[in-house]
């Protein structure tokens, strides 16, 4: 079971990790995201089945991100814990499906409770489920479904009740009954799912099912010596699991690029597959998994010819030596300043030294691709923050910088190179347009307030009129025009008084409420604090 905390402050994720026993409570993987985008990130790649989130966080807040949820991830169960005791947020909260709405600081006892309740909730429909594909009148139409279900839970860590799931799969299997070890190959889709789909009509479930009757057509009708079934934590996955005999572990890598090789020849696609070590069955079926996995993130994505399989060759799963790589994250400085400057070249400047030490390696992998992405994705959010805080313009879009592949599967870093220049600039050019807009309305507001002096011209006033937050307002203003909103207004509307101190057939309480002050003793202390006299004095001094 997987479980995604979601919340921008370090502390309040650390307290959830906390505070629950997850591991006793048959947690596998315990996920955190700072914010809602990068949630809905983690959530379309790893599908957890419970979600606890707070409300207020930058870029996609938790009302987005809980309505985001019903029509992407259904099934997950939500937990939400907030520092607002709002009787609106506690609505949306129960209308899209949410378990439980928790206020900070956490109580453990309530969040042990809420969690207790997902986790039931969860395992009741995964009964459910079960239960109807067990009793569906049509049997048949449901047994690839069936099958999947089962052989998921038989790679499922900490499953322990595998007796049950071997003796149903005996009925199909006849071969899986007498044999002790296996080993897993890992077919994975995410990098050419988008091209399957256009040859499926979007239709992701048929894409899968068709990769999966190819390789069973092998794996089950010819050869009988395992089965391809859809991974039970990632829709994008196939896994073949076989059951060995004597002398079938030599066969297994052969037949493996088999079966990469008759998708290939099908879907004229880059597949390949990641080729696990051998493995006591059934006690080990999930690390045969992992192995698998291991040999698809350790490939070279440079390799000439492109190998159809890859092996997993460690005995545990070493982090990868990043010793000698080029670091990303060297570049995000340089970067940003060339983006404030909107200057091409000074932009294909940044970009060169990385460029060139990359290309002197002679092997990259995915693990390190996942690396410099997560180093992107990083400087990214720094540079929206950046200019946020510079420019004070709450309208910067995010935008991220991806690595791009021939469609072969091979890893471009030319192609990348121009994509991250052409995304670079197309931001550098949006940022340039924002400026012009922003100096536009403040051009418009400072018209606005040299035609209505006699208005009232508050920072709240203004900033409704023009549909602007009153801190954008006030920020913004300072920055154009080096003076404050309202020091702005009050020298402009005593430079007006002046003027018509001039004419004597104005009283100075006209005066004062021409330029938008009811109290004329108080209009006469502002202009003497900008002029040194009186309103009387000044008028006499000017005659």
């Given at each position: 079971m997987i479980v995604l905390i979601v919340d921008d402050e370090q502390h309040a994720r650390e307290a959830a990790k906390l505070l629950v026993p997850w591991e006793q409570l048959g947690v596998t993987e315990l996920l955190e995201a700072e914010n809602g985008a990068?949630?809905?990130?983690?959530?379309?790649?790893?599908?957890?089945?419970?979600?606890?989130?707070?409300?207020?966080?930058?870029?996609?807040?938790?009302?987005?991100?809980i309505e985001w949820l019903g029509s992407n991830e259904p099934d997950a169960k939500l937990i939400v814990i907030s520092g607002y005791n709002d009787f609106k947020y506690v609505r949306h909260t129960l209308k899209h499906g949410g378990i439980d709405y928790l206020l900070k600081p956490i109580d453990p006892a309530q969040l042990l409770t809420a969690v207790h309740r997902a986790i039931e909730m969860r395992q009741l429909e995964d009964q459910e489920r079960l239960k109807q594909i067990e009793q569906g009148i049509a049997m048949n139409q449901y047994k690839p479904v069936y099958r999947d279900y089962l052989f998921g839970q038989l790679i499922t860590p900490q499953h322990c009740e595998t007796e049950p799931i071997i003796r149903q799969l005996v009925d199909q299997f006849s071969g899986i009954a007498d044999t002790d070890q296996c080993r897993a190959a890992l077919f994975p889709l995410q990098a050419i799912m988008h091209r399957l789909l256009?040859?499926?009509?979007?239709d992701r479930d048929l894409a899968v099912f068709a990769l999966q009757n190819v390789l069973n057509d092998f794996i089950v009708n010819e050869w009988g010596i395992g089965c391809a079934f859809r991974s039970p934590t990632d829709p994008e996955e196939l896994i073949v699991l076989y059951w060995l005999h004597a002398g079938d572990d030599q066969a297994c890598t052969k037949r493996t690029e088999q079966l990469v090789e008759a998708l290939r020849r099908t879907f004229d696609l880059p597949f390949y597959a990641g080729l696990s070590r051998v493995v006591t069955?059934?006690?080990?079926?999930?690390?045969?998994?992992?192995?698998?996995?291991?040999?698809?993130?350790?490939?070279?994505?440079?390799?000439?010819?492109?190998p159809a399989v890859w092996l997993d060759t460690s005995t545990v799963a070493n982090?990868?030596?990043t010793s000698v790589l080029p670091d990303l994250a060297a570049l995000a400085e340089p970067i940003r300043l060339a983006l404030l400057g909107r200057d091409e070249?000074?932009?294909?400047?940044?970009?060169?030294?990385?460029?060139?030490?990359?290309?002197?390696?002679?092997s990259i992998s995915p693990i390190q691709v996942e690396r410099w992405q997560k180093q992107l994705d990083i400087a990214?959010?720094?540079?929206?923050?950046?200019?946020?805080?510079?420019?004070?313009?709450?309208?910067?879009?995010?935008?991220?910088?991806?690595?791009?592949y021939e469609d072969n599967g091979a890893l471009s870093l030319e192609r990348t190179k121009q994509h991250w220049l052409e995304r670079l600039i197309e931001h550098a050019e949006a940022m340039?347009?924002?400026?012009?807009?922003?100096?536009?309305?403040?051009?418009?507001?400072?018209?606005?307030?040299?035609?209505?002096?006699?208005?009232?011209?508050?920072?709240?006033?203004l900033a409704a009129r023009f549909f602007l937050s009153r801190e954008y307002v006030s920020r913004r203003f300072r920055q154009e025009t080096g003076v404050t909103l309202s020091e702005y207004v009050e020298r402009h509307r005593m430079e007006h008084a002046t003027k018509l101190l001039a004419n004597r057939s104005y009283k100075v309480a006209d005066i004062a409420e021409l330029v938008g002050y009811t109290d004329e003793k108080y209009f006469s202390k502002v202009f003497k604090k900008h002029t040194g006299l009186s309103p009387q004095q000044y008028r006499k001094s000017d005659s």
């Open positions: 990068e949630a809905q990130q983690i959530i379309a790649r790893k599908h957890p089945a419970i979600i606890v989130t707070d409300m207020h966080m930058p870029l996609t807040d938790g009302m987005q991100l256009r040859r499926f009509g979007g069955f059934p006690q080990e079926t999930a690390s045969a998994v992992d192995s698998a996995r291991r040999g698809c993130l350790n490939r070279n994505l440079l390799a000439e010819g492109h982090p990868q030596d070249p000074s932009l294909r400047a940044a970009l060169e030294p990385w460029f060139q030490a990359a290309s002197k390696l002679v990214a959010l720094r540079w929206q923050q950046r200019e946020s805080e510079e420019q004070g313009n709450p309208l910067v879009q995010p935008f991220t910088l991806h690595f791009v340039a347009r924002l400026q012009r807009q922003e100096r536009s309305v403040i051009a418009d507001m400072i018209d606005y307030i040299e035609r209505h002096l006699q208005e009232d011209l508050s920072l709240q006033q």
